[in-house]
């Protein structure tokens, strides 16, 4: 059991570290202040192999493992979370859809592209009446025996991406018979190109302001068999196996966002004089300093266990339950302390941490709700 990393995941962390710093951190600001994400830093993104880290390089991907891509993610997050939704949601939840559960020629023709950095992807599962409860979904799939073709009509909310991607897994019921559970089909779908999709403008929000996220409806959408994910029925067991993976991304993203808000704040308490001498010179910053640093450390332990769980092919469902859950707690937790160290500053879109703190919030509902986390958690643990 080693708790360091090796050398290739020090360079990892490190390269993705420097892109974060030159090439993010002089725009985030204005990205979130904008609502609307740079479509230059997107390309460089693609270009650079950041949506494609955990994939092998037969399918276009970087060949690196979890770990590697979690590091990503916690880098870029440090910086701006909008970066690391758009990532993660490409990466953790369409990608890893296609991957795990297309055919060999689904896999050249939809998931090269989107790892070798072509086109970007998102994932429609979420409804406006169907968020935690994932079963209660409305859209359909009816199969026109004719043609074999799957005609899609309903709609999707917060579908991160949706807003510049091409490609789209997505879940509609195709047996309205039986549960969502056993009647869900998934489907890979073409957000550019198919008639029927109407994809609105951005919707507004607390945090994470300059990710892509829209309503996505279809409209008698017509979508040919080989489009079809997977088993016919076996949508719901897919999109809880995807969540489950990104719920380790998304884990990553907020103890990337807890420490960016943790490293402004004691960057500015060394240099802000009250009462003759810094603030860092208080035993209050300093004790509040240890105790958060330390609760981002564990819960950085927290995402490198279940990311190294995922490398290994084991079941994942509760450390990526842990390890979400702890981590958006703790975002939470530092990014409020960070702007309450720094005062009337730290509540001022001149500094970096109350964007920070607007951004963790979401780390505990998308992807399954905090307490969505304990009911696996408890349930694990009782049985």
Request: proline share 3%; glycine share 10%; charged share 25%.
């Amino acid at each position: 059991m080693n708790f360091e990393l090796d050398k290739p995941h020090q360079l990892m962390r490190q390269m993705y570290r420097d892109f974060a710093e030159t090439e993010i951190a002089p725009i985030a600001k204005d990205m979130d202040e904008a609502e609307a994400y740079d479509m230059e830093l997107l390309k460089k993104l693609m270009r650079y192999g950041i949506f494609g880290i955990a994939y092998p390089k037969q399918y276009g991907g970087e060949g690196a493992d979890i770990l590697g891509y979690v590091l990503a993610m916690e880098e870029m997050s440090r910086i701006d979370g909008s970066t690391g939704i758009t990532i993660e949601v490409h990466s953790s939840l369409c990608c890893q859809a296609i991957y795990h559960y297309g055919t060999e020629e689904q896999k050249q023709t939809f998931l090269r592209p989107l790892v070798d950095g072509s086109k970007i992807g998102c994932f429609g599962l979420t409804e406006p009446g169907a968020g935690s409860d994932v079963a209660g979904a409305q859209t359909t799939a009816v199969l026109d025996e004719e043609t074999g073709d799957w005609i899609i009509t309903g709609s999707k909310i917060f579908t991160t991406n949706s807003g510049f991607a091409d490609t789209c897994v997505l879940f509609a019921l195709t047996d309205r018979t039986v549960p969502a559970a056993k009647g869900m089909t998934a489907f890979i779908m073409s957000l550019k190109e198919m008639p029927g999709i109407d994809v609105s403008t951005n919707i507004e929000r607390m945090g994470i302001r300059a990710a892509s996220n829209c309503i996505v409806s279809y409209e008698e959408v017509r979508v040919s068999p080989d489009r079809v994910l997977g088993p016919i029925g076996k949508g719901f067991k897919i999109a809880m196996e995807s969540l489950n993976s990104g719920r380790i991304g998304i884990a990553a993203q907020a103890v990337g966002i807890a420490q960016g808000a943790l490293d402004e704040a004691i960057k500015y308490a060394k240099e802000r004089k009250q009462f003759g001498k810094p603030i860092t010179k208080f035993q209050w910053t300093q004790f509040n300093i240890a105790d958060l640093q330390t609760k981002i450390d564990a819960a950085r332990l927290l995402v490198w266990k279940a990311a190294v769980t995922e490398d290994e092919g084991k079941n994942i469902s509760i450390v990526a339950a842990q390890a979400k859950l702890y981590a958006s707690t703790i975002a939470n937790e530092v990014t409020r302390y960070a702007i309450q160290m720094m005062g009337g500053y730290g509540f001022c879109r001149e500094y970096p941490v109350e964007r920070c703190h607007r951004d963790a919030k979401i780390t505990e509902i998308y992807e399954g709700t905090s307490e969505v986390m304990r009911m696996i958690i408890s349930g694990a643990v009782l049985k």
